[in-house]
Antibody, heavy 116, light 106 residues
Framework: EVQLLESGGGLVQPGESLTLSCAAS????????MRWVRQAPGKGFEWVSI????????YYPDSVKGRFTISKDHSKNTLYLEMNSLRADDTAMYYC?????????WGQGALVTVSS | DIQMTQSPSTLSASVGDRVTITCRAS??????LAWYQQKPGKTPKLLIY???ILEGGVPSRFSGSGSGTEFTLTISSLQPDDSASYYC?????????FGQGTRLEI
């Protein structure tokens, strides 16, 4: 059974940093592209980072480029999202997902709240 | 970016009804479309991919159709458990984008 277990969410002040983790079981992260997708309260979905399967190439939308970094630890089979210079509009539930084009496996979500 | 527009935004229906949600793309996406269900406070669940292929374990009352720019998600006989928001998402080219969602009330 595939499980994606996220951790690391919380309440931070604007300008602070936070790192989310997504521990995978039942699938090997080096075999698949993985993505972080966020959903602001009451809103739709926005992708915030992608990492390719084996080459670990990364991509970001302009809204987070230069502030967010996605990475994988293959030995721990864990995906990370390092978030710096957080802003109020980064407040959202963050999901790690397996990217087959469509997203068949989702983590349970990590809530990030940016507020002073 | 390709824009995805869903209609209606909110839908109220009764148990046993046949319900259809529409998703339109701003340009052709062939059949590269997925549908998701999200219940309040829960993780989204993949229902359909490649416009019409039912994900394993999804009840057969759900079906998808369409190609090009217009797509539909149909629930043939609505059940109380189907109360949720539904989202379409294209995956033909980056960035993959979602529709704004349709809230289905029963």
């Amino acid at each position: 059974e595939v499980q994606l277990l996220e951790s690391g969410g919380g309440l931070v002040q604007p300008g602070e940093s936070l790192t989310l983790s997504c521990a995978a079981s039942g699938l090997t992260l080096s075999h698949y592209a993985m993505r972080w997708v966020r959903q602001a309260p009451g809103k739709g979905f926005e992708w915030v980072s992608i990492i390719s399967a084996s080459t670990d190439k990364t991509y970001y939308p302009d809204s987070v480029k230069g502030r967010f970094t996605i990475s994988k630890d293959h030995s721990k089979n864990t995906l990370y999202l390092e978030m710096n210079s957080l802003r109020a509009d980064d407040t959202a539930m963050y999901y790690c997902v397996r990217d087959l084009g469509y997203f068949d496996y989702w983590g349970q979500g990590a809530l990030v709240t940016v507020s002073s | 970016d390709i824009q995805m527009t869903q209609s209606p935004s909110t839908l109220s229906a009764s148990v046993g009804d046949r319900v259809t949600i529409t998703c339109r793309a701003s340009q052709s996406i062939n059949v590269w479309l997925a549908w998701y269900q999200q219940k309040p406070g829960k993780t989204p669940k993949l229902l359909i991919y490649k416009a019409s292929i039912l994900e394993g374990g999804v009840p057969s009352r759900f079906s998808g159709s369409g190609s090009g720019t217009e797509f539909t998600l149909t629930i043939s006989s609505l059940q109380p458990d189907d109360s949720a928001s539904y989202y379409c998402q294209h995956y033909i080219t980056h960035p993959y984008t979602f529709g704004q969602g349709t809230r289905l009330e029963i």
